[in-house]
């Protein structure tokens, strides 16, 4: 079964620095990946997906993910945080490319932004 | 395209009460799935629909869980003699059958408090 590892439960920078977000995941195959966003008392919306196609994808807001295949990872990146930016922020991989689909999701990333 | 919407956003019921939810998928979207996600937790799978068919269901459903989507297109989810540990946000998304290429649209949630 496919994991996922988000390190740090609470990331701190201030305004206009660089947001790092970090996320792991367990996979002998290339899988699909997706970073979503959840502002208190919402869902999920969804920031950026690497689908096998370029490893550096962008996404809305400004944010952007590299997919390193030698690292497992697909780390989300901002170099000028906002306000705005402010919330909970979850990495995902794809359990399975048939059947299902579904996404399997690590615990999440609070972002906090200091004025 | 008015999304994915989620009723009742939020609902407080007595420890074995039933409670029921529904979600509106997205019209042209044939895949609809719950997930459920605990406080401080990342989205856990439930169960997932291919039109009306429930194809797949997690271990996490319980035999106190029911979905249902009939006529494939909106779907309900309810909760039978419900227990604190039901409490949580519900969330449901929905996909075309190219889900992990074109992404999935989760719904705000119901978030569910028993007391």
């Known amino acids: 079964a496919q994991s996922v590892t988000q390190l740090g439960s609470h990331v701190s920078v201030s305004e206009g620095a660089l947001v790092l977000l970090r996320c792991n995941y367990s996979?002998?195959?290339?899988?699909?990946l997706f970073w979503y966003v959840q502002y208190p008392n919402q869902g999920l919306q969804l920031l950026l997906k690497?689908?096998?196609?370029?490893?550096l994808v962008k996404g809305i807001n400004g944010f952007e993910a590299e997919f390193k295949k030698s690292e497992t990872s697909f780390h989300l990146t901002k170099p000028s945080a906002h306000m705005s930016d402010a919330a909970e922020y979850f990495c995902?991989?794809?359990?399975?490319?048939?059947?299902?689909?579904?996404?399997?999701f690590g615990q999440g990333t609070r972002l906090t932004i200091n004025p | 395209d008015t999304g994915v919407s989620q009723n009742p956003r939020h609902k407080i019921t007595k420890r074995g009460q039933n409670v029921t939810f529904r979600c509106d998928p997205i019209?042209?979207?044939?895949?609809l799935y719950w997930y459920r996600q605990t406080l401080g937790q990342g989205p856990e799978f439930l169960t997932y629909?291919?039109?009306?068919?429930?194809?797949?269901k997690s271990r996490l459903l319980s035999d106190r869980f029911s979905a249902e989507r009939p006529k494939g297109s909106f779907s309900t989810l309810e909760i039978q003699r419900t227990e604190q540990g039901d409490s949580a946000m519900y969330l449901c998304?929905?996909?075309?059958?190219?889900?992990?290429?074109?992404?999935?649209?989760f719904g705000s949630g119901t978030r569910l408090t028993v007391v």
């Open positions: 998304a929905s996909s075309y059958d190219r889900g992990l290429e074109y992404g999935y649209t």
């Open positions: 996979s002998s195959v290339p899988p699909y």
């Open positions: 690497y689908t096998s196609a370029a490893t």
């Open positions: 995902a991989v794809s359990e399975g490319i048939q059947g299902a689909q579904k996404l399997v």
């Open positions: 019209s042209e979207h044939n895949r």
């Open positions: 629909f291919q039109n009306e068919a429930q194809l797949e």
